[in-house]
């Protein structure tokens, strides 16, 4: 077990959480997990692939373990991404973040979600009723600074 | 010389590969690959202003210069989590 990882094997959120625990320091470890909606935009989706350009995005991830270490000093994050078809309500990432302190744990994991979709090459192609359609979000650029300070504000909220 | 070029998503799609090779005339930037690829494949100019570009599985900028044997991927919006 790595603390990044992309992966087309089934997620596993307590393995990783884990991984980033520390026997004696801990206070929290917060977890998120995104699963695979039924609806999108109208759509009824039926199942998604996911692609990634893997090595790119495993650096991208490390990236966001260290912007977040920054932010938070002591914290430690984990975030493995899964890749391939996924069914309506498998889990597609999972994160978790463990601290001394509660507040520090939910703001980093929080920040690592909103810096993946913005920072890390995966991409949704969506199976929906009556066709499929490749999702685009933001993008990507790691070095802007405007992202990055939008994310850490959506996590400190 | 010669750069091997990855495409990802929607741009593959569009292409109808992931990976090809190409030879490009040096000294050569990313601009330079994307050049030649939209020559080819003129479908692939709606992303010149969306797309994100690596070098050797590394972001980078269109300017950035690229060498003999270099991977050079181009990336629509990412949609991830």
């Given at each position: 077990m790595?603390?990044?990882?992309?992966t087309a094997a089934p997620l596993d959120l307590p393995a990783l959480t884990a991984e980033v625990a520390s026997a004696a320091g801990d206070g929290a470890i917060a977890t998120f997990t995104g699963l695979v909606r039924a609806h999108?935009?109208?759509r009824t989706v039926r199942f998604?692939?996911?692609?990634?350009?893997?090595p790119l995005a495993v650096r991208a991830l490390l990236r966001?373990?260290?912007?977040?270490?920054?932010?938070?000093?002591?914290v430690r994050v984990g975030i493995h991404h899964r890749v391939g078809r996924l069914e309506i309500g498998e889990a597609s990432v999972v994160i978790a973040a463990a601290s001394a302190h509660r507040g520090d744990a939910c703001a980093a994991c929080r920040y690592a979600i909103e810096r993946v979709k913005?920072?890390?090459?995966?991409?949704?192609?969506?199976?929906?009723?009556g066709g499929e359609v490749w999702l685009e979000g933001a993008t990507a650029d790691p070095d802007d600074e405007e992202a990055r300070?939008?994310?850490?504000?959506i996590a400190c909220a | 010389m010669r750069v091997t070029v990855r495409l990802f998503a929607r741009l593959r799609d569009?292409?109808?590969?992931?990976?090809?090779?190409?030879d490009v005339p040096a000294p050569a930037t990313v601009q330079t690959v994307w050049d030649g690829l939209t020559a080819e494949m003129p479908a692939l100019v709606q992303y010149e202003r969306l797309m994100s570009v690596?070098?050797?599985?590394?972001?980078a900028r269109m300017s950035a210069a690229v060498q003999e044997g270099d991977e050079v991927a181009f990336l629509p919006p990412v949609s991830g989590g």
């Amino acid at each position: 077990m790595t603390p990044v990882a992309v992966t087309a094997a089934p997620l596993d959120l307590p393995a990783l959480t884990a991984e980033v625990a520390s026997a004696a320091g801990d206070g929290a470890i917060a977890t998120f997990t995104g699963l695979v909606r039924a609806h999108n935009q109208g759509r009824t989706v039926r199942f998604l692939e996911y692609e990634a350009y893997e090595p790119l995005a495993v650096r991208a991830l490390l990236r966001i373990v260290e912007e977040a270490r920054e932010a938070w000093p002591g914290v430690r994050v984990g975030i493995h991404h899964r890749v391939g078809r996924l069914e309506i309500g498998e889990a597609s990432v999972v994160i978790a973040a463990a601290s001394a302190h509660r507040g520090d744990a939910c703001a980093a994991c929080r920040y690592a979600i909103e810096r993946v979709k913005q920072i890390v090459p995966v991409w949704k192609h969506e199976h929906f009723e009556g066709g499929e359609v490749w999702l685009e979000g933001a993008t990507a650029d790691p070095d802007d600074e405007e992202a990055r300070r939008a994310a850490l504000k959506i996590a400190c909220a | 010389m010669r750069v091997t070029v990855r495409l990802f998503a929607r741009l593959r799609d569009l292409a109808g590969t992931g990976e090809l090779v190409r030879d490009v005339p040096a000294p050569a930037t990313v601009q330079t690959v994307w050049d030649g690829l939209t020559a080819e494949m003129p479908a692939l100019v709606q992303y010149e202003r969306l797309m994100s570009v690596a070098v050797n599985a590394e972001y980078a900028r269109m300017s950035a210069a690229v060498q003999e044997g270099d991977e050079v991927a181009f990336l629509p919006p990412v949609s991830g989590g």
